[in-house]
């Protein structure tokens, strides 16, 4: 069953003169109980795409347009108080600096008994320590945790009290955006595996923000690939990860080293993504790829769909050239 289906698109920053344009006619669909994880360079759009599914872009500078539907609701047409019902309650977000937006001053317990009432104001307050202590077990985290200021947690358990916050009301979607990129390989590999626990036991589907492919490929079902605001690849993580059939994707897992393996062995794609604001013609990845023909340069390629849901924009598989 489709959970959140992202139709045709796009999102324009408009900042200092420029027209910066971050994601491009993107279509994608989650279903329930998936977990995908969308890779790509830094700069590819992968914060945009998801920061546009609970609106938490700077409204003042980003045009929106396309769906963006969840459960049947396209979140970029509902009012305020309808996306504030669905907000933490039926998606929520965590980023590498959640806690961040916690207050210094307070202990932990209280703050997250206090976004609990948010969505609960008659909840008891035995029950929501209950609750608190329930999702401190699901992260491992010690009951003690609750008496503490952020100040006095390591970087793991600040992550592991973020999830623990994003769980409050057991949400259907959770978006994690490189929510353990900074930790250390050994925590991040332990909270990878919670996260997975969790999701069978609470029945979530999981969206993973990361520029790490070796990350999506021991955490994910399902794999999206984008690079200059495209989606270039997506489909199964066994079939995607496996026999890529698009040259970046080929490129990215080249340049990454496995979850255990050495970070300082980081090889990069030769070239950087290009200006997001300018013009481009054909495919926007041809000034790097090394598989690149003629008709790269004048035609954009169309995304052509494979069997198990695997889908590929790239001339050397399509045949089928754009517009
Ligand atoms: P990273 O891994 O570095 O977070 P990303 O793949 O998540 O990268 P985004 O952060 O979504 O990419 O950025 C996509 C493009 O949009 C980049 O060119 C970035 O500079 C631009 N961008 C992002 N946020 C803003 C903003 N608030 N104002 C203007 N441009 C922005
Ligand atoms: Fe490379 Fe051409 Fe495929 Fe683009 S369309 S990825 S330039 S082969």
Known sequence: MSL?????????????????????????????????????????????????????????????TGGIIFDGTDLLRIDEEELRQIKWKEIAYVFQKSM????????????????????????????????????????????????????????????????ALSLLHYPRLLILDEATTALDVVTQGQILEEIIKLEEKLKLTRIMITHDVSVVSLTCKKVAVMYAGYLLESGYVTDVLSSPK????????????????????????????????????GCIFADRCKESMDICFISEPKSIEFSNDWKVACHLVGGVYGD
């Open 100 to 163: 961040n937006s916690l207050s210094p001053v307070h202990k932990i317990g209280l703050q997250m008994s206090d976004i609990y009432k948010v969505h609960e104001s008659n909840a008891a307050d035995k029950e929501i320590k209950e609750r608190i202590f329930e999702l401190f077990n699901l992260v491992n985290l010690s009951k003690g945790v609750y008496n503490l200021y952020p100040h006095e947690l390591s970087g793991g358990m600040m992550q592991r009290v973020s999830i």
């Open 246 to 281: 698009h040259p970046y994707t080929r490129e990215l897992l080249n340049s990454y080293p496995s979850l255990t393996g050495d970070r300082n062995s980081l090889k990069g794609i030769p070239g950087s993504l290009p200006d997001l604001s300018a013009v481009h013609q």
């Open 4 to 64: 959140l289906n992202i139709n045709n698109l796009n999102i324009i920053y408009n900042t200092k003169g420029k027209r910066i344009k971050a994601v491009r006619d993107l279509s994608l669909n989650i279903e329930s109980q998936d977990s995908i994880g969308i890779v790509g360079e830094s700069g590819s759009g992968k914060s945009t795409l998801a920061m546009a599914i609970l609106r938490l872009l700077p409204r003042e500078i980003s045009e929106i």
